[in-house]
């Protein structure tokens, strides 16, 4: 009889590759965010940032963004995350857009730094715009 060569190897490398692929998905999926301890952060997968409120400068809705280029990061269908170069001053911008095709948040902050992000749920970018806002204006 002739001994069966089974690829265990193999077939554990295909299964390991998807969960992580899987997982990566899960992470960039959505935006998470909180808006907690006198600072508003917001994840998805490896991209981040955690700004004070103290230092926004000025936060508003913009039906899209400007053309930019990316440094890093990721579009897909209607989303579109990471890094991205401001092409006339040469600043980096953070894009956390969930949602291309629904308005976005325009959050300038230390200075000069700009963040644009939504979620999938426009009345839930909305609220959260309206609570940002009304930290900042009251100081909390």
Not at 91 to 111: C, G
Request: net charge positive.
């Amino acid at each position: 009889m002739k001994k069966r060569n089974r690829p265990w190897f193999w077939n554990l490398l295909i299964v390991v590759t998807l969960i992580c692929c899987l997982l990566a998905f899960g992470l960039h999926y959505k935006n998470w965010v909180s808006l907690e301890e006198g600072s508003f952060k917001v994840v998805s997968g490896i991209y981040r940032q955690k700004i004070p409120l103290s230092q926004i400068q000025r936060i508003h809705l913009v039906p899209k963004i400007p053309e930019l280029e990316r440094k890093n990061g990721f579009s897909w269908l209607a989303k579109e995350k990471g890094v991205f170069l401001d092409s006339i001053t040469g600043t980096k911008v953070y894009v956390f857009v969930d949602d291309l095709r629904q308005q976005k948040v325009e959050m300038v902050h230390h200075d000069s730094l700009v963040l644009y992000f939504n979620l999938t749920d426009s009345l839930k970018t909305m609220e959260l715009f309206e609570a940002i806002a009304l930290k900042i204006e009251t100081g909390d």
